[in-house]
Every structure is written in C-alpha cells, then in structure tokens.
C-alpha cells in the first residue's frame, strides 16, 4: 500500500503549501488546499477498505483538476500554482500504482502460491 | 512461487522484471531527479547559480534562456521542475509491479516505456536546443540527458518482453477482446498459453 502512503504525505504538503508559499493571507487557496488535501486522504484511506479499494483511482480525477488550476487559474502561474501543477500531475503518476503493487494481481497469485 | 516469479524471459538470459534489473533503474532515476531538483532550484531563484564545474556561468545562461522561458510560458511550470516529475515517475512506475510484471502487469510496463523512451527522446531535444538555438552548455543537463539515455537501455527488455507477450496472445488467438484483457493484466487459459510460448523459446 505504499502508493496510498505516498498519497496521504502529499495531501499534507498540499495542506502546508499556502504556508510555504506565503499564500495563507489569501483564504481561497487555504480553503481550497485544505478540502483537496482531504478529499485525497479520504480517498486514499477508501482503498484500505475492501469493498471500495478502488477508490485511489478518483484521485486521477483530483488530480487533473488541481494540474488544470494551476495552470489556468493566473498566466503566468504564481509559485502556489505552479505548486498545483506539480503535486496535480505527481498525484495522477501515484494514483494509478495498485494497492498491493510488489505482489502478483489477484487473479494470478493461486498460480505462485 | 520465487521459481515461477522470476524465470528468465528469452531472448535474454535474465527476468527482465526481476527486481535486480529494476532497483538500478529506479536509483538512477531518482539521482536523475535530484539533479533536476537542483536546476529548478536555480530556476525557481531559490539559489544564485547552479552548479556546473565544466562550463561555468553556461548553466546559468541556458536555464534562465529565452528558450526556457518560452517553455514555462507554455507548460507552467519550469523545465527542471517537469524533469524532476518525469523522472519521480520513473522511479515509481519501475518499482510497482511484482518479478512478472511483463506478464502479470503489461499495463504497468507500457506506461513505464512511455515515460522512459520520451524521456530519452526530450533530453537529447533539450541537448540539441543548448547548442544549436541557445549556443551555451549546461554540465548538469547533459549529465541528466546521458542518464535518460541509459535509463532507455536499460528499460527496454521489459518493455520488449510485455510486448512479445501481448504480440503472442494476440498472434495465438486473434482476439482484440483477449488481447485487452492481457494488456490489463486478467488471466485466462489463452494467456497463459502465450506465456508460456515465449518462456519456452532458445535463448539465443
């Protein structure tokens, strides 16, 4: 499940961004980080659950829509954005990772076992 | 279940999957990452120069180049900072997957080789645009571009061993369905017919 923890520890830097960025004065980017920040890990901890272990793929969703923020909110992108951009495509290249990546496919682990 | 896991794919006399293969790419990647990591720093204007113990201020020139600029103008982000994502997806991608990803996983490998081999191809493109449009060197780029390059070696016996495979299921029973069906890695009589073609082949 390392792709879901990696999820959750770039949630938390989403979440500090308008901090580190000096964007905190600014609510909409606190507001907005934050709820994105916690719809990824509410995702992510989905796909611990058996019956919704799919649900990291959502995060492609997030994830494009963050990237699409970034770069279209403000030309040229200010620092804040063009961290959206950065954590928005890292989150679409981690969301795709399997929760059990290491180990063969369901399906195929009778045949190994 | 190790034996099964990490037979040798032919032509080559290795798993291409097997983590021995993997991990090297995967610590390549990331030094490559690191290099970049260190440009976009220069780029973003977090330090005054970027290192570069070969052709002095030439970094400098062609990080904060015309060219440059236009490319953050159009993507939104610094080139540095798309070779650091690049690269991280590298890392990631080559470390998912278990020793018979080629197999089990042929989605995971394609997507691998598409980062990988257009990674390649952009490097020596950004090599081309340091000495033809902008007329400088940068020490630490072309350190990164000869890495992708190896990176593209190194990645392509896996990359060939899922394509042989899905080129079997498709050539054994002319499905698209079943050959769909392989790609994302389900598991049926006809695909474990296929594998086991192509693991029973000579090695040469």
Redesign the interface.
Known sequence: MWGRVIEIMTAVWLAASPFIFRASDNSTFVWADSLIALLVCVLAGLSYWQPTRHAHLLILVVGTGLALWGRFAISPPPPIHQNHIVVGLFLLMIALIPNHASLPPQTWQDDVA | ?TS??DRNVPPYNHNPSAWSQRIPICVLAFVAAAISAHLSLFQ?GFIESAWDPVFGDGSNRVLKSSTAERM??I????DA?LG??AY??DA??G????T?RWQ??PW?VI?FGIDVIPLGIVSVVLVFCQAVVVGEWCFLCLVSAMISLILVYWAWDEVRASLSYLRLVWKQNSSVGLLWRAFW???SEAM?RAAETLLSREVR
């Open positions: 279940m099964e896991l973003w953050f103008g993507i939104g982000i610094h900072a650091v994502l991280l997806g990631i991608l470390f998912a997957g278990s018979r089990y996983r995971l997507l890695g389900y598991r474990e």
